[in-house]
């Protein structure tokens, strides 16, 4: 199959990017972004620059991979990421349009690859458990209910990719801080310090400049991992009852 | 040099425990005066970062990823193992002990593994109260599975996803000490280069991916948990950016790499499907418990597959070979990983692969579906069910247990395994081997640690399924914390290290000159051409089964690719800029060099043992033939840049456990 390559382009985050056209001879049997590696293959053989973006696994776990496949984050087919995607779902002769994920809290660093630090931020900021190595008691100490410990995995299956944040309009983080939010604060071993770790989280969110949360929903609708929006529900409600509810305080940085 | 294993005194099971309690130690005070360098935040190298942070030490931890947890670690599926015995079938330290001991063919230290199998106990109350969502029993306890053909259920899991959890967990401990100030993270840095000062480990080179600039750091000692090398393959399991040049640099400054060449062949993976193929997905382990491995036994039925006039589901039963069944009658389909992907490379050489380029096997479930779906029946109340009925509930019990990994394959070949059979085929997985070390995990350079897949030490020459992911947190959480302090406890009068240093000005003088005479080729071949092409004489040559002849033409056709790498490399951009071409062109140079030690390696073991498998070395039947007498040792490799690599021995010594040849007939 033939296709056109509309491709964002943009040395470094202090200069101008635009889109640059190419085309490419792909197999259906691909994944997406073995076509761009053939791409940069015949690149590299005119010595010239290939396109940079960012993959590791290539099997949807890592959450390297970003860019927003015409128009749509991830591409067109719902809970696959990028690096699963295959050819076959396009058609001999399509132009596909590339573009890196667009937020202010991910700056460009090149082509399509951004900076996304301000995901390792919000989690430092209270995204764990409060236990040092060796502390633990037995693991089977505290039992924990089949589907309450079922529902914290579903949350905790954020590849932390950002996605939601790219697809939103208001460019809000709202879906990855509440997935983990809710995977912890589900577990009884995680509940103890959570009032605190939903203030000191959201702040942190705010702090990075990412937009406020509308209830749009295409996070969910966008999300590789199926991260479900009424985690931010269950956030909102948590932070809105810390806030009033209890001692606990986290001022703003 | 005589290589010492430096394992303490005692009996078997009061080692460590002993050990641990009459070790140096490093008190409060003194730790925050001293600085370590953790390179690699996987699950080996994240855990122990965020524990020696959590003691008091200054650590400064590097990934070349833009995030710790990206690592590698994320994909693992499967589970982990840990002699916890909660499903009272018999498990206990001893039995996992064992089992470790005999699936490595017995290659590896006994010390060490016996002192894996008694934390692993603690990794998993560990990573319950980090949060980690383990899969539980309707009574709210963990749940197990088994895994690796082991006759206990002693896998812990987190769906298909449990290293993606255990990373995450990893990750949030050391998040946690980011936040304090214990620990200093370097995300998107590579280490180049390793800096020795009067013969200790004290610094590192490292290159800011997002400048280019290079940086250097000094520290009291250095820890590696940067992973395993099976991308030396170029197709593999492996993640993209997995790669050597952490061990292999240490290598190049002195540090002995051991049994390089034993390198793990996962059965079941998704064939090749083109040239353009960057990378091979694994389909896990556990689908063997249901899944039936066949291949045609007439050749007209294999080409008529191949040629598409016919699909499996033609094939009647009596024209079908269930090759594992047939060859080891007593653990089939379920025989360990080396048994499993040698004889699927069997069945492909005499010509009977299933697909165009007959490189894959059938792995089956349709006997699996009517055998659930007539219990499911049968269960339900359902009398005299219509075969319909019986597939739909028997397909409904399949998705229940491998809906995910069923979804993954048919995105990525189109085609649906609840309906036709997989097609699979074995594929580099894991490397056994790595940097030696001894039972404090220091190499043989003094304050120089390896931890996780980039030591050698636990494995032998085959890995145990959900194994790797125990080893990497048990070096990280409960073992490099003590034993550190073995070094440490003498370094504390020793001063902060001046990282203007000349050791250190030397090492990224040659660093620098390494990145700009990539740069000045200006060849006419890409880095990725050059990776390709390794990987075709690695897999050809030091593969699934190995000869004299075929290593010594190995060895040589690496040799001539390096020289022709450093004439005709295309690499652009430049060294100042964020640029992954150059990235790719320092590890793929390294590749070339270990690539050219494992077959040196493979040659000098004269004997078929776990993922090693030497075709002058055979049973009449064609099974490995172990030769104990001569090899039960580690071979440790001295690089000679430019001359042959020297080799030094550590004798295995086994005293509680008796050499036994493994059979699965
Ligand atoms: C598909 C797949 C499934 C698996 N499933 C299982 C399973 O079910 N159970 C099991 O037990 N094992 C499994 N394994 C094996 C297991 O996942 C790995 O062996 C283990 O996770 C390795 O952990 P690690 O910490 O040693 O290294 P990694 O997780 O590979 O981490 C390496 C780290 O080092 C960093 N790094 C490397 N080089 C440099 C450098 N030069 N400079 C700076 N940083 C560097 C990387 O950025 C990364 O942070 C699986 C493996 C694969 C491929
Ligand atoms: S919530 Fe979904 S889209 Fe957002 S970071 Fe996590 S996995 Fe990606
Ligand atoms: S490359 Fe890892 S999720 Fe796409």
């Known amino acids: 199959m033939k296709l056109t390559l509309k491709i964002w382009k943009q040395k470094n985050n202090s200069t101008a990017g635009k889109f640059e056209t190419y085309s490419v001879e792909a197999d259906e049997h691909m994944s997406f972004l073995e076509m761009l590696d053939v791409l940069n293959e015949s690149l590299l053989e005119q010595k010239k620059e290939p396109v940079v973006f960012e993959h590791d696994c290539r099997e949807g776990i890592c959450g390297s991979c970003s860019m927003v496949i015409n128009g749509q984050p991830h591409g067109p087919n719902k809970g696959t990421t990028a690096c699963q995607l295959h050819m076959r779902y396009f058609k001999d002769g399509q132009t596909i349009t590339i573009e890196p994920w667009r937020a202010k809290a991910f700056p460009i660093v090149k082509d399509l690859v951004v900076d996304r630090s301000a995901f390792d931020r919000i989690i430092q900021a209270g995204g764990y458990i409060s236990v040092n190595t060796g502390q633990a008691q037995d693991g089977n100490a505290i039992p924990i209910e089949k589907g309450l410990a079922s529902e914290a995995m579903d949350a905790a299956t954020c ?18 801080t509440s997935a983990k939010v809710s995977h912890l604060g589900l577990m009884p071993q995680g509940e103890v310090e959570h009032t605190k770790r939903v203030q000191s989280m959201v702040t942190q969110m705010d702090t990075e400049g990412f937009g406020n949360c509308s209830n749009v929903g295409v996070c969910e609708a966008e999300c590789p991992k199926g991260i479900s929006i009424e985690n931010i529900a269950r956030m909102n409600r948590q932070y809105i009852g810390s806030v009033f509810g209890s001692q606990t305080k986290v001022e703003k940085a | 040099m005589p290589l010492k294993a430096n394992s303490p005194e005692g009996t078997l099971d009061d080692k460590w425990t002993k050990y641990r309690s009459t070790m140096n130690l490093v008190a409060p005070n003194n730790k925050r005066r001293i600085d370590i360098i953790v390179v690699g935040t996987g699950l080996a190298g994240a855990a122990a970062a965020a524990t020696l942070g959590e003691l008091g030490y200054n ?27 909660y499903q009272n079938d018999g498990d206990s330290v001893f039995r996992l002990f064992y089992d470790t001991i005999k699936g490595g063919d017995y290659r590896s230290r006994e010390s060490n593994v016996h002192r894996l199998a008694e934390v692993s106990r603690n990794i998993i109350d560990q990573c319950v109260a980090q949060g980690v969502p383990f899969a539980r029993e309707y009574g709210g306890l963990l749940a197990n599975r088994s895994f690796g053909g082991v006759q206990v259920s002693r896998t812990f899991y987190a769906k298909g996803q449990t290293g993606q959890q255990l990373l995450l967990g990893a990750y949030q401990a050391l998040s946690r000490q980011i936040s304090l100030g214990n620990v200093e993270m370097y995300n998107r840095h590579e280490m180049l280069d390793l800096v020795i000062e009067d013969g200790k480990a004290r610094g590192i080179i490292a290159r800011n991916l997002l400048t280019g600039k290079l940086e250097r750091f000094g520290a009291h000692c250095v820890v590696l948990g940067t992973g395993g090398y099976g ?23 002195g540090a002995l790499m051991a049994n390089p060449c034993y390198t793990q062949i996962h059965p079941t993976c998704i064939p090749v499907s083109g040239e353009y193929q960057s990378k091979l997905t694994l389909m896990s382990e556990s689908l063997r418990n249901d899944g039936r491995v066949w291949v045609p036994a007439h050749k ?28 080891y009658p007593a653990f089939g389909n379920l025989v360990p990983r080396d048994v499993a992907s040698r004889a699927a490379k069997v069945a492909c050489d005499e010509g009977f692969g299933v697909n165009k380029t007959g490189l894959a096997v059938f792995l089956d479930f349709a006997s699996a579906i009517q055998r659930y779906g007539k219990t499911e029946a049968h269960s339900n109340g359902i009398h005299n069910p219509d075969p319909k009925k019986i597939e739909e509930l028997g397909k409904k019990v399949i998705e229940a247990k491998y809906g995910n990994l069923f979804e993954m394959y048919e995105k990525i070949t189109g085609e649906n395994p609840y309906d036709v059979p997989m097609k699979i085929f074995p594929a580099v997985h894991y490397t056994m081997g790595g ?70 000005m030397e090492a990224e003088k040659d660093v620098d000159g390494r990145l700009k005479k990539l740069l000045s080729i200006n ?58 071409e150059l990235e790719k062109a320092t590890r793929v140079a390294d590749f070339l060099e270990l690539g050219e030690l494992m077959m040196v390696d493979a040659l000098d073991r004269n004997e078929s043992c776990g993922g090693h498998f030497r075709e002058e070395y055979q049973s009449e039947e064609g099974e490995a033939l172990r030769r104990d007498d001569e090899y039960a040792y580690v071979a440790a490799w001295e690089w000679v840049d430019g001359g042959d690599p020297v080799l030094h021995r550590e004798d295995l010594e086994f005293e509680n456990v008796e050499l036994k040849t493994r059979s699965y007939k």
């Open chain 1, 159 to 176: 590849i932390g990719c950002g996605a939601c944040v790219a697809a939103c309009p208001n460019a809000s983080a709202m879906l990855f």
């Open chain 2, 59 to 85: 650590v400064k931890a590097f990934t070349f990823h833009d995030s710790p947890r990206r690592a590698h670690s994320i994909a693992a599926q499967g589970g982990i193992n840990a002699a916890k015995n």
């Open chain 2, 231 to 253: 991308n030396v393959f170029y197709l593999s399991t492996n993640a993209m950016g997995s790669n050597v040049s952490a061990a292999w640099r240490a290598t190049k400054r």
């Open chain 2, 300 to 327: 007209e039925d294999v080409m008529a597959i191949r040629e598409k006039r016919m699909s499996a589901k033609d094939i009647p039963e009596d024209r079908r070979d269930y090759y594992l069944e047939r060859r």
């Open chain 2, 435 to 504: 940097l030696w070390v001894d039972y404090n995990l220091e190499t043989n350079i003094p304050g120089l640690f390896a931890l996780g897949e980039c030591n050698f030490s636990d494995h032998g020459a085959n890995r145990l399924g959900a194994s790797a992911l125990m080893q990497g947190l048990a070096d990280g959480y409960f073992v490099i914390p003590y034993t550190i302090g073995q070094f440490l406890s003498k370094e504390i009068r020793t001063p902060k290290i001046n990282s203007d240093a000349p050791a250190f």
């Open chain 2, 523 to 580: 060849g006419s071949q890409s880095v990725e051409s050059f990776h390709r092409r390794l990987g075709l004489i690695m897999w050809e040559y030091c593969g699934m089964s190995r000869n004299a002849e075929g290593l010594q033409k190995g060895r040589k056709l690496i040799q001539e690719l390096r020289a022709e790498f450093w004439k005709d490399v295309f690499v652009p951009g430049s060294d100042d800029e964020f640029n992954p």
